[in-house]
Each structure stands twice: as C-alpha cells, then as structure tokens.
C-alpha cells in the first residue's frame, strides 16, 4: 500500500442490509476511501489480495509489531453507537484513512495485535468488509455498521499545545469488531495502534465519549428483552413512546399529582434543587391490586416526559440492572421502570438468585450520585412480599403510592371513559355502580365491551328481520342499553367466570 495521502471520506458507504439485527452485508470493494473509483478498486482486485500483516507494517512502518495498542470495549447493543463514535471521530480529526475488511474473521478469537504476524494456513487476508445493520431509532431504522474491519488512518494530529508544525503526526490502524452471534467475540470492541501510546489513548477516550454524546438511545423509550443470543448477552429495543392524556387516567383525587410533583416536578427544577443542595434521583413505587392502573400510571409518566431516556426492565431481564442504570446514568434525564418487581423476591427456590437481584437492584438505586437525574418507577401487586427487602435497606424508595380498586366515583367516571363512542345509556347507571364495587378498571373496561358485544348481536338479528321485511339498515351509532349493561354484568358475574373475574381482578362474588 502506498502511504499517499489519501482524501477524507465520511462515512463509510454500506450496501444495503434486510434491516434484521444480526443481517450482516459485505462491501464489494476490500478498501474504500473517497479518492477511488470503480476503476481504482477494479485494479486493486485484480492483484493478489496482500497479507495483513504486510498491510499494517506498510502502514505503521517497520516497528509496527512493537506499536502499543489501546483497547475498549462495549456491551453487544452499544455496536450503532460505537460505529458512530468513530465516524464522528474520523471526521473530526479530518485524517485521510481507508477502511479494509478481512476474510477468515468469524468465530476466531483474535485481536489486532495477532494480525501483525501471519500464522500459516490460518492468516488472515484482505477481503470485503463485512457489516451489520444495527437498529437506530423507534420503527425499522437502522444504521449500517462494520462488523469486522481495519481502518488505517494516516497522521493524525496531537493535542494542541499552539504550534503544531513540528509536531510529528503518527498513523494509526483501529480494529472495529461487532458482536459475533454464537462466536467468541462477546462484546464490541475497538483496538487503536499508534506509535504515540498518549495519542491512542486519547483517541479510544474520545470515540468513547462521542459514542455517548450522540447515542441513538438518547431520549428515548428502550426495553431490555430477555436473552437473545446467550446467557451473557442482551438486546436493547426501542419502542414508541406512549401518547396519553391525563383524562385516561382515572385515580383517586391527589394520587397522581403526588406522583408527578416526585417525578415531573424534580425533572422541571432540577437546576434550582441542584443549586440548593438537593440531590435528583428519587424512587416510586406503585403498588396495589392488579388492573387498577399501575401500568397505565407507568405509560401516562413516560408520555410526559418525552425528552426523557426511558429504559423499563421486566422481572426476566432484571439480571441487567447494573447495565440499565450505566445507561440511565449516560443518558439522563433518564427514567428507569421495573415491573412487577415482586417476581424476583418472591420465588427464591425457583431463582435461587432472586434475593441477590433484588438486592442489586437496591444497591444501584443507592450508587447512582445524588445529582444524577434518574428517576426509578418500580410496580409490584405484591408489596407485602417486598416490604421486607425494602424495609432493610430503607432510602431507595422516596415515594410508595397505592394504585387502589376504584371506587363509586372512579368506577362512574371509568364508565364515561371507556364508552367510546358507543350511545351508552347510563340512566340506571347507579346500580350498576354500586354491584360492581371492588372491580377493578380492566374489569369495567371489559364490561363495556361485553355489553356492546350483545347490542351488535341485538342488531344483527333486527337488521335480519328487517332485510326479511324489505326495510332498510339503520346506519347511526350502536346504542347499548341499561339492559346490555345488566346483562353483561350477570355474566361476568356468573359462577362460569369466575376465573375471569379473577384475571380481571374482580372479587370472587359480586354484590347482588
Ligand atoms: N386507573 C385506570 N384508569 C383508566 N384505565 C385503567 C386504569 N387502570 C387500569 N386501566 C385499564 O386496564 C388496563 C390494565 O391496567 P394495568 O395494566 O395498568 O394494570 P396494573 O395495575 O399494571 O396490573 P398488574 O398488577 O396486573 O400489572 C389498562 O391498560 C387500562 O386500559
Ligand atoms: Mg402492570
């Protein structure tokens, strides 16, 4: 290779992917830089494809074996941020640089030291270089990234210390890996070689933080999903941010203005309080019955804080704590959702590891610095089972709400709710009120929907009688009457539902 200057480039130009996580695509051309044509790349694949060794010493000089190398690594999700990071820092430093692949990669442990050194029948040559689609954003977006490549970057300028014209300015090789799917390479890592070990350093520092800076998770609603390629790896999703209005909440007066004033009104006046000595992070637990709205508590608070990064932990990932809170912690303002987070105190023989987890959990809450803005929203329908845990090691939570059964009034207002559009006719709607107490929202909810159910049975059969008789099909809205309501109470609350009852969090027998 030829140690030419070589024209910036950007960004790394990448076919396209099928937009699946692990799709990995090859680039055609084994080196790419702004600079080449078709032509230029025809040519060089017309030679013998070098050795990378011979490659890299042609590039870091004869020494290149003794050159000290800096390595960082990330967990498999943070590949699209890494990615970025170098792209920015590519561009930043505006050295030229080629980006070439390499055959024979894959479920090969290796790191950039080894390919100074061919080694037999198993050297590595210069091949395509081989990428991935990362997911980037909510939706299918992606961004295409180097699963395994060498970037050669020629003289790259040193700190600035005012004059820089004697200042020498060393070539660098970077080694980018992704996470390999059932290979030995478990995390992402990038490798720097540079003859100026300062110069390295500095380098792998600020791709690190860059990767940060503009990580595609900012701000946004991000799940951690059960094991997807093994026990010690994870993916991070993202999800769509949920859209609700305080009006679909129905609780009782005062609960949630409570919630919001800990959680909206700390985020709002975080740099009054931080300026008064206060610290930011706080803990809220929503406990109560099933189905009365802790989860709907739960996506009426992200849809308020729409700048927030949100990452919600379920019982199953919630072994991945530690990397949810690193990630709250780069990322705030940030809010961290357990659910259900009884699951893991609970069952200690089916998880010996439960109480570990749960004890983790509260020693994160406790580690983060007072001044970070992160906010932990826990759920539980179990909180006697949690209450010990919580008692011992008091501070994490500053906030336990009670999401209680509605009561007449909320039970009025969740009618007027989830109506819809339907022409509900509420006149008797005060027995009925009072013969549903202890249900909960998602029982009124279905309610409903049963009730409408019949009414459109109702109006098949008028509309077949009509038909026989010649008349035509009325077209207004349905009209569900006090009867359909009675109705669909009586089988609710028949001895056949009474499991139903149950999941929808209904006592065992309602009132007569
Ligand atoms: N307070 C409420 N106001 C309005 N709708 C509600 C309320 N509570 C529940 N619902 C309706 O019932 C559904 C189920 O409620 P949700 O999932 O929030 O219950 P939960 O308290 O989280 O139960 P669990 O303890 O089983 O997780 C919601 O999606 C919503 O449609
Ligand atoms: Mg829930």
């Known amino acids: 290779m030829s140690s030419q200057p070589m024209p910036p480039r950007r960004t790394v130009a990448a076919s396209s992917g099928s937009g699946n996580f692990a799709a990995a695509t090859t680039i055609a051309a084994a080196t790419i830089s702004a600079g080449t044509t078709a032509a230029d790349n025809a040519s060089a694949s017309d030679t013998a494809a070098p050795g990378l060794a011979e490659l890299l010493t042609a590039h870091l000089g004869p020494e290149a074996a003794m050159v000290p190398i800096a390595t960082v690594t990330w967990p498999p999700y943070e590949h699209v941020n890494v990615q970025g990071g170098v792209d920015r820092w590519l561009a930043r430093n505006g050295a030229p640089y080629r980006l070439t692949g390499m055959a024979g990669f894959r479920l090969r442990m290796f790191g950039l030291s080894d390919l100074f050194h061919d080694v037999g029948a198993h050297t590595m040559t210069v091949a395509g270089v081989s990428m991935t689609d990362q997911p980037s954003g909510p939706g299918d977006e992606t961004r295409s990234c180097v699963q395994c490549g060498l970037y050669l970057v020629d003289g790259v300028d040193g700190p600035d210390d005012g004059d ?183 069952d200690r023989s089916a998880h010996p590891d439960a109480a570990p987890l749960l004890f983790q959990l509260l020693t994160e809450m406790d580690g983060l610095d007072g001044d970070a803005d992160v906010t932990f929203l826990l759920t539980t329908n179990r909180v006697d089972a949690l209450e010990p845990a919580l008692a011992m090691r008091p501070g994490r939570v500053d906030h336990a709400v009670e999401v209680p059964l509605p009561d007449a009034d909320g039970r009025a207002r969740l009618l007027e709710l989830y109506r819809g559009s339907l022409d509900l006719d509420l006149a008797g709607a005060d027995g009925l009120i009072e013969r549903t107490a202890g249900v909960t929202a998602s029982f009124i909810k279905e309610l409903i929907r049963r009730a409408a159910l019949l009414a459109l049975d109702e109006q098949d059969e008028e509309q077949h009688d009509d038909q026989n008789d010649g008349a035509a099909a009325p077209d207004n809205g349905l009209r569900v009457s006090a009867a359909h309501l009675d109705e669909a109470l009586e089988i609710l609350a028949g001895s056949r539902h009474q499991l139903t009852r149950r999941l929808l969090g209904a006592p065992g027998d309602l009132p007569d």
């Open 164 to 346: 820089r014209t004697a200042d020498p300015r060393p070539p660098m090789a970077l080694l980018l890996r992704g996470t390999e799917l059932r290979g030995p390479q478990q995390d992402v890592s990038l490798e720097i070689a540079c003859s100026d070990r300062a110069l390295a350093r500095a380098a792998a520092a600020e791709i690190r933080r860059l990767a940060v800076e503009f990580s595609v998770y900012r701000g946004h609603v991000l799940e951690f999903g059960a094991e997807v390629f093994g026990p010690h790896q994870s993916a991070l999703s993202f999800h769509e941010r949920p859209v609700m209005t305080r009006e679909e909440l129905i609780l009782p007066p005062g609960m949630l203005e409570g919630v919001e004033a800990q959680i909206l009104g700390v985020n709002r006046h975080r740099a009054a309080l931080l300026a008064h000595g206060q610290h930011l992070k706080r803990g809220v637990l929503l406990f109560g019955p099933p189905g009365t709205g802790k989860t709907h508590t739960v996506r009426y608070l992200m849809s308020r804080l729409p700048e927030t990064t949100v990452v919600v932990l379920t019982a199953n990932a919630l072994r991945l704590i530690g990397q949810a809170c690193e990630i709250a912690r780069a990322l705030q303002p940030a809010l961290v959702v357990v659910e259900d987070v009884d699951l893991i105190a609970r």
